[in-house]
Every structure is written in structure tokens, then in C-alpha cells.
């Protein structure tokens, strides 16, 4: 059974730095893409960001880009997130997820694996 645990989440204030971490189980976590993406109340969940699967085609939303940096521990099966300078427009539930595909890594519906996501506030 694949699971993907997200942790890291937490209430900041704006400029503030967290890093989100997903560990996964259950996969072969070197032959997947990962990609992280955020949810804010009364939104649709967004794409934030991804990287292949050896740390190559690195992508990010515009919103993100400068602020945020995505990396992978293949050795741990484990996904990051860094997050710096961080804005009240950062706050979202943050879910990891993995693909099979090796493109195109913003649309949701190529993800086949979910987290079940982590809270994170950033006040202002």
C-alpha cells in the first residue's frame, strides 16, 4: 500500500521560513516524479511545484519561484519543500503527490499518489 506523509506544516509569521517534508512507503520512490501542491480555503487546489525523478526538470509556479525550493532524497524516500519569505497568500493545506509521467507536471490529473496534506498559516 503506497502512502505519502506529509509533515513540517505550522503557523509563521509572514518572512518566516518553513521546510515541509513527504515521506513515502510502498513505491519504487526513485522511478516517480513528485510534485507539491497547495489548497486555500474556498480555492481550487494549485500547482506549486515538481522535480523528476533525479532531481532533474525542476518546476515552479510563478507565485512561488525565488521563495520556495523543491528537492528529493531518493536514498530516503523522501520529498522537501523550502519555503522562505513566506506570505499570508502561502497559506494552504500543501500535499505531496507522485507521477509516472515525465512532463507536464502541473496538471493534477497526472498525479496517482496523494498525501494527505499539511496546514500551513502564515499571518501577516
Known amino acids: 500500500q503506497v502512502q505519502m506523509v506529509e509533515s513540517g506544516g505550522g503557523l509563521v509569521q509572514a518572512g518566516e521560513s518553513l521546510r515541509l517534508s513527504c515521506k513515502t512507503s510502498?513505491?519504487?520512490?526513485?522511478?516517480?516524479?513528485l510534485g507539491w501542491f497547495r489548497q486555500a480555503p474556498g480555492k481550487e487546489r494549485e500547482f506549486v511545484s515538481a522535480?523528476?525523478?533525479?532531481?532533474?526538470?525542476?518546476v515552479y509556479a510563478d507565485s512561488v519561484k525565488g521563495r520556495f525550493t523543491i528537492s528529493r532524497n531518493n536514498a530516503v524516500n523522501t520529498l522537501y519543500l523550502q519555503m522562505d519569505s513566506l506570505k499570508p497568500d502561502d497559506t494552504a493545506v500543501y500535499y505531496c503527490?507522485?507521477?509516472?509521467?515525465?512532463?507536464?507536471?502541473?496538471?493534477?490529473?497526472?498525479?496517482?499518489?496523494w498525501g494527505q496534506g499539511t496546514q500551513v498559516t502564515v499571518s501577516s
Open positions: 510502498g513505491l519504487t520512490f526513485a522511478n516517480y516524479a
Open positions: 522535480i523528476g525523478r533525479r532531481s532533474d526538470g525542476i
Open positions: 503527490a507522485a507521477t509516472v509521467y515525465h512532463a507536464n507536471y502541473h496538471e493534477m490529473g497526472r498525479y496517482l499518489y
